[in-house]
């Protein structure tokens, strides 16, 4: 059988890291496995839809490089995709269910319900209800339902068919968590929109997915689901739950809290990939099942930052090496991941032109009036800049000196020049002049590199005196490239030209 999996979000906000992972998840584990993923979009709260939020999922997943293989505007053989336009066949389910007699209504209305849960809470019961409509007569229901009386359809947890306790990829054999869930659980709102809880078991039944991945928060939940594959005499998928991301602060992570919104990332430079690649080492842990530690196939984890490629990571995914600890996202690691992207993308001519063509709007948006923005000389600013580069938005604030003049009356610059004798910057500058007025016509990395070797020497100063004489002439700046690709990219005529304005 072909692996089917879905990601299936609320859209009740702006896609978060959360659910970029668990949807890169479901699409590592189909491609590996040759299978496919639906988009699903769970859409029965409607008192918690935001408008819009449904494009924002799509751009999010589509900026990631994460492509469904069904879903909205990718119309299969499940469709619909979303749950408000399967109510139908949820009704139908729900009435499976009340005919064989494992859910019945409920007419309690929101006061009542709350006095009741109040009076057992009062008495130490952990029920959340009494089950008072559980005991009326069908006649009576009848007369309720004809008469127009609001009602929902619960779940009779009294009368339960026998399964197998629940297993999960992750964290393995689990225990009986019945005692966790509120009292016959709500199946069907009053306003007949199902609940989560029927609403997914429906739709992963129907759509035939074989594989349910998703959040943490929903192992407790498992018990019910599995109740009601058994209930409908359904063949349950199978499950793997995610350990919960959590802030650097150890709170949760929340689309309503935090710095998390996946757009956010795209908006501030960060590479799609890297986003990805520091998602998937999240949880990313050690081999947990004590037993197969001894065998020979045991599967190991890859290192906290080891880099990866998409295809990479569908080639090393396992759901064996899932820990089962919650994972602190850090930032620290997302920057070191970035620029390593970047240096891969780098160290190719395709590569490099497509983040020249990324960067000049940012640089162009910057710096409207410089006349340095040109694909080429971008090309050779990020070559210059490899490896400092934590992001392409950085490159417009780490290296202005290569799009306008440097700024020497900034505090930066004047302190720099308070820590150098005037006497020694005059003679450096004078020198080099010189020099580099002879090397127009080679005007190349080594050959620069080897004359400031050599003026250096020759100025009988400390390497580091030298240098930061040049850095302050050329850019105004402490730290950046090497000066020798500085000169490089800022080429003969401007690099000559900042030097003789500033001779002593």
């Given at each position: 059988?072909?692996?089917?999996l879905r990601f299936a979000p609320s859209p009740t906000g702006a896609l978060h890291l959360g659910g970029l992972r668990t949807a890169l998840y479901n699409h590592l584990y189909a491609k590996k496995t040759g299978g496919k993923w639906i988009l699903r979009?769970?859409?029965t709260d409607r008192s918690r839809a935001v408008p819009g939020a449904v494009e924002g999922i799509r751009a999010a997943l589509d900026w990631a490089g994460l492509e469904y293989d069904f879903g909205p505007e990718k119309q299969g053989p499940h469709a619909p995709y979303f749950q408000s336009e399967r109510l139908d066949l949820y009704h139908s389910y729900a009435n499976r269910l009340l005919d064989s007699g494992h859910a019945y209504r409920c007419f309690c209305s929101a006061d009542k319900l709350a006095t009741t849960r109040e009076k057992l809470a009062r008495t130490g019961s952990n029920s959340t209800y009494d089950k008072s409509c559980l005991h009326l007569t069908d006649e009576e229901v009848a007369r309720k339902v004809r008469a127009g009386e609001k009602f929902i359809v619960r779940l009779n947890d009294g009368r339960l068919p026998v399964r197998p306790p629940g297993y999960d990829l992750v964290f393995k054999n689990l225990k009986d968590a019945h005692a966790s869930l509120p009292t016959d659980p709500v199946l069907l709102k009053s306003d007949s929109f199902p609940t989560y809880h029927l609403a997914s078991v429906v739709d992963d039944y129907e759509m035939g997915i074989t594989h349910v991945v998703r959040g943490e928060e929903w192992l407790p939940s498992l018990p019910l689901h599995l109740d009601l594959y058994a209930a409908l005499s359904l063949p349950p998928p199978q499950f793997a739950h995610l350990p919960i991301l959590l802030n650097p602060?150890?709170?949760?992570m929340s689309k309503r809290k935090g710095d998390v919104q996946v757009l956010d990332y795209a908006k501030r430079g960060w590479e799609p990939n890297a986003v990805l690649n520091w998602l998937a080492l999240a949880g990313w842990g050690v081999q947990h099942d004590a037993s197969a530690l001894t065998t020979a196939t045991t599967k190991q984890a890859p290192d906290s930052t080891t880099i990866m490629t998409l295809q990479e990571m569908i080639q090393n995914f396992d759901f064996s090496v899932i820990t089962h600890?919650?994972?602190v996202l850090d930032p620290a690691k997302l920057e070191y991941i970035n620029k390593h992207h970047l240096m891969h993308l780098m160290s190719s001519d395709s590569g490099l032109r497509t983040l020249a063509q990324r960067t000049q709007p940012i640089v162009k948006e910057a710096y409207p009036d410089s006349p340095y923005t040109s694909l080429?000389?971008?090309e050779q600013v990020i070559s210059a800049l490899q490896g400092r580069t934590a992001r392409l938005s950085d490159i417009p604030a780490l290296a202005p000196f290569f799009f306008v003049e440097p700024i020497y009356s900034s505090d930066e610059a004047e302190k720099m020049r308070q820590t150098l004798p005037t006497e020694n910057y005059g003679m450096v500058l004078r020198s080099l002049i010189t020099r580099l007025q002879g090397a127009i016509s080679n005007w190349d990395i080594a050959t620069l590199s080897e004359l400031l070797h050599d003026e250096n020497t020759k100025s009988s100063?400390?390497?580091?005196e030298y240098m930061t004489i040049l850095r302050h002439a050329l850019t105004a700046m402490k730290t950046g490239p090497s000066v020798a690709d500085i000169l490089s990219v800022l080429g003969?005529?401007?690099?000559?030209?900042?030097?003789?304005?500033?001779?002593?």
């Open positions: 059988m072909t692996t089917l979009i769970e859409d602060d150890g709170t949760k600890r919650r994972s080429t000389y971008l100063l400390k390497q580091k003969p005529e401007r690099s000559i030209a900042r030097l003789r304005a500033l001779v002593v």
